[in-house]
């Protein structure tokens, strides 16, 4: 039988319980921390597997810095370009937000996990900006607090690998 990503996340140590202020500015009394369990190239691996197998695009993207390496992997395993979307401008070097080609293009948005799906959204919206077609938000981990309808406002279908309740009721 193969394991569940919720099932992998949870052996690899991802989720850690305690008093943590989130990215959203939320308080929880848990954290996701799947940027330190995909630095396991198998679970890595895995889940680029997971997205590129679920999802038809010509790009995948995924903003810095959590999400870069989940859109490496997707592009790895689907054989396809990967974007790169910075949090803002660079003062030096090659101007623009994007890294890589996207207009015109069917982008697949990966990210680490969701909350209010505020980085996300942000991504979406450059992705947008540039003449990209957003088909879907995939995520590894969804909180389940709101980032689906908040998508869902936006024209956007968010795609869980996991969900917390998944993660929590192992």
């Keep these: 039988m193969v394991a569940s990503i919720a099932s992998l996340l949870k052996d ?3 989720i850690e319980f305690g008093d943590f202020v989130l ?3 939320a308080r929880s009394t848990y954290y996701l921390d799947i940027k330190t369990a995909i630095t396991d190239p198998a679970l890595l691996g895995r889940i680029g597997r997971e997205f590129a197998g679920r999802f038809t695009f010509d790009v995948v993207a995924g903003v810095a810095v959590g ?4 859109a490496v992997a997707t592009s790895l395993a689907a054989g396809k370009p990967y974007a790169i979307i910075r949090k803002e401008e660079k003062a030096h070097g090659k101007s ?3 890294i890589g080609d996207v207009k015109g293009k069917a982008v697949l948005l990966v990210e680490d996990v969701t909350t209010s799906g505020g980085s996300a959204l942000y991504g979406a919206r ?7 077609e957003v088909v879907a938000v995939g995520v590894v981990v969804d909180r389940e607090s709101g980032a689906t309808e908040v998508f869902a406002g936006e024209g956007l279908f968010l795609i869980p690998l996991a969900t917390v309740s998944e993660i929590m009721n192992l």
């Design 12 to 14: 690899h140590g991802a």
């Design 126 to 132: 450059v992705l947008r900006d540039a003449g990209a």
């Design 23 to 25: 990215a959203s500015g």
């Design 67 to 70: 999400a870069v390496p989940l």
């Design 96 to 98: 623009g937000v994007i």
